[in-house]
T-cell receptor, first 114, second 115 residues
Framework: GAGVSQSPRYKVAKRGQDVALRCDPI?????LFWYQQALGQGPEFLTY????????KSGLPSDRFFAERPEGSVSTLKIQRTQQEDSAVYLC????????????FGEGSWLTVV | DQQVKQNSPSLSVQEGRISILNCDYT??????FLWYKKYPAEGPTFLIS?????DKNEDGRFTVFLNKSAKHLSLHIVPSQPGDSAVYFC??????????????FGKGTKLSVIP
């Protein structure tokens, strides 16, 4: 597709349930990012991949959060044993090179934990 | 400790008038700045950027001004249109160099342009 595609768009999870969020970056984009946006806040960095290598996971809030990009294209963000504070929009973004100044965001996956 | 601050959570402007959105930053080493626009239920989209070697960058109705001494930048939209109603985020890459990953975003300003 032409843009960054994320699925599911909306997810309601019961507390304690595991969830998996998928991101299809723009074809050929080397860099892939995950951001978390809580209500009324700006996006906050979670993790960064360059191809299949996860170069920075400093933003992941706990060890319940795990991201992978095994073949350097599609990425999955997994949240284990979800908590109410995990409720947020999870944004995936990609960029062409390592050091491009602009990145392109998907529409986000809206997670609500009840 | 917020490195990027947008102190106005919302702004209402009449159609045809100028919209001015402000952003302050704390790290004088930042050398590149971006503005993103976000409609409800969509991801942020890149709007305009400015390098610290400039004090102004213009793209159609959108102009960004940078005041390095005050560590302040502003986005001007002239004339404002109802379709400009969205949340605007100021963002900076890490101070280690322009184009680095991990953008830091402000909290955003919700602009409402009234017809």
């Amino acid at each position: 597709g032409a843009g960054v595609s994320q699925s599911p768009r909306y997810k309601v999870a019961k507390r304690g349930q595991d969830v998996a969020l998928r991101c299809d970056p723009i074809s050929g984009h080397v860099s892939l990012f995950w951001y978390q946006q809580a209500l009324g806040q700006g996006p906050e960095f979670l993790t960064y991949f360059q191809n299949e290598a996860q170069l920075d996971k400093s933003g992941l809030p706990s060890d319940r959060f795990f991201a992978e990009r095994p073949e350097g294209s599609v990425s999955t963000l997994k949240i284990q044993r979800t908590q109410q504070e995990d409720s947020a929009v999870y944004l995936c973004a990609s960029s062409l090179g390592r050091t491009t100044n602009t990145i392109y965001f998907g529409e986000g996956s809206w997670l609500t934990v009840v | 400790d917020q490195q990027v601050k947008q102190n106005s959570p919302s702004l209402s402007v009449q159609e045809g008038r100028i919209s001015i959105l402000n952003c302050d930053y704390t790290n004088s080493m930042f050398d590149y700045f971006l503005w993103y626009k976000k409609y409800p239920a969509e991801g942020p989209t890149f709007l305009i950027s400015i390098s610290s070697i400039k004090d102004k960058n213009e793209d159609g109705r959108f102009t960004v001004f940078l005041n390095k001494s005050a560590k302040h930048l502003s986005l001007h939209i002239v004339p404002s249109q109802p379709g400009d109603s969205a949340v605007y985020f100021c963002a900076v890459p890490p101070s280690s160099g322009a184009g680095s990953y991990q953008l830091t975003f402000g909290k955003g300003t919700k602009l409402s342009v009234i017809p």
